[in-house]
């Protein structure tokens, strides 16, 4: 089979860190900082926080797994170990060289019960270690949600930007879709991020269909796209997404296991349309550890049944290292 060069140096834009780490570490976090679990079966646990097709069966049951990972990585001690592992993990499975990570530190302060600016050091620390010891280039990008309020998503940006000169490098909008939340809202927001030198990103066009990827187009104007491969849905937003120059960050076992994308033609569709329209685009995982997957199986799984081909996987490769925020 044609598969990718074990020595293609990688790139990767679109990695959570609640889905980050390895089940083992976490368990190790957990018990040391006395989480009670439900389970002392290990192997019970590993099935809590990972994508088991009998258990996700939706969007929402996905999103369900992080109420485990958020809670144990809900200290800086556990952050810290948490963003070091997974560049750590990065780098010697995958040989990813540049790698951004992103989290909401405030679903890690235990609502309010510790500090925030404690849990933002915590995660540069972490990024900083594991940036002495492996030739990673790092960044981190602060996770705004729907579900939050307007002040509490403000809150985030104003710690973005009070670190963006120890390694964060952007923001982001992630979450269930939310009643009452208008991108629109926050179009003051990132155009206050973009004018202080922050990379911008927002998550559309996954469990929302092709208007939210207008939508954000339209009132927040980001450089990149989480997902977005709804937006095969209409052509005038392709017509716009390549107009504007836009990215894509897409990740394809994770839209295949959140039944995002239905199988392996759907999948085969929406990259068909993609290169069609010309739009940028990278390959992800989301979170390789929570989906048991990882970027070179991802490339390699994209070839191996046909839906893109070996140029495609290098150019998405190299249109990853061209539209990272990192610098």
């Known amino acids: 089979m044609n598969t990718l060069d074990e020595n293609l140096k990688l790139a990767e834009l679109h990695v959570h860190l609640g889905s980050s780490v390895d089940p083992a570490v976490m368990w190790e976090i957990a018990h040391a900082q006395g989480i009670k679990l439900p ?17 996700v069966k939706s969007f929402n ?3 369900d797994l992080f109420k ?11 952050v810290e170990r948490s963003v ?16 951004e990570l992103r989290f909401n530190p405030m679903k890690r302060n235990r609502n309010g019960e ?18 002495l010891e492996y030739p990673v280039k790092c960044g981190m990008i602060v996770c705004l949600d729907r579900t939050f309020s307007y002040k509490q998503n403000e809150i985030l940006v104003n710690k973005a930007l009070r670190y963006r000169s120890r390694g964060v490098v952007g923001i982001d909008i992630a979450g269930p879709a939310a009643s009452g939340f208008r991108y629109s809202d926050y179009a ?15 998550h559309a066009g996954e469990d ?69 329209h010309g739009i940028k685009f990278t390959i ?9 997957t990882n970027l070179r199986g991802e490339m390699n799984f994209l070839i191996d049944n046909g839906i893109l081909e070996m140029q495609d996987i290098v150019e998405a490769n190299r249109q990853a290292f061209a539209s990272s925020f990192v610098k």
Not at 191 to 197: E, H, L, S, T, V
């Open 68 to 78: 485990w990972t958020d809670l144990i990585q809900s200290s800086p001690l556990a």
């Open 208 to 276: 929302e269909g092709h208007n939210s990827v207008s939508a954000v187009m339209e009132h927040l104007e980001p450089d990149r796209i989480g997902h977005g491969v709804r937006s095969v849905e209409n052509d005038s937003v392709l017509d716009m997404l390549h107009e504007r120059g836009t990215t894509l960050e897409v990740c394809p076992s994770s839209n295949m296991s959140t039944k995002v994308v239905r199988d392996l033609s759907h999948l085969k569709e929406i990259f068909g349309k993609l290169k069609k």
């Open 284 to 292: 992800n995982t989301d979170g390789p550890e929570m989906l048991m």
């Open 84 to 99: 070091y592992q997974t560049i750590a993990g990065a780098y010697r499975k995958n040989n990813i060289t540049l790698l």
């Open 114 to 131: 510790q500090d925030l600016d404690q849990i933002m050091m915590a995660a540069i620390r972490g990024m900083d270690r594991a940036s």
């Open 39 to 55: 389970t002392k079966d290990y192997w019970h646990f590993v099935d809590m926080i990972t994508v088991n097709p009998g258990k």
């Open 188 to 202: 003051q927001l990132y155009k206050k991020a973009r004018n202080d030198g922050l990379g911008l990103t927002v």
């Open 61 to 63: 049951d996905y999103l």
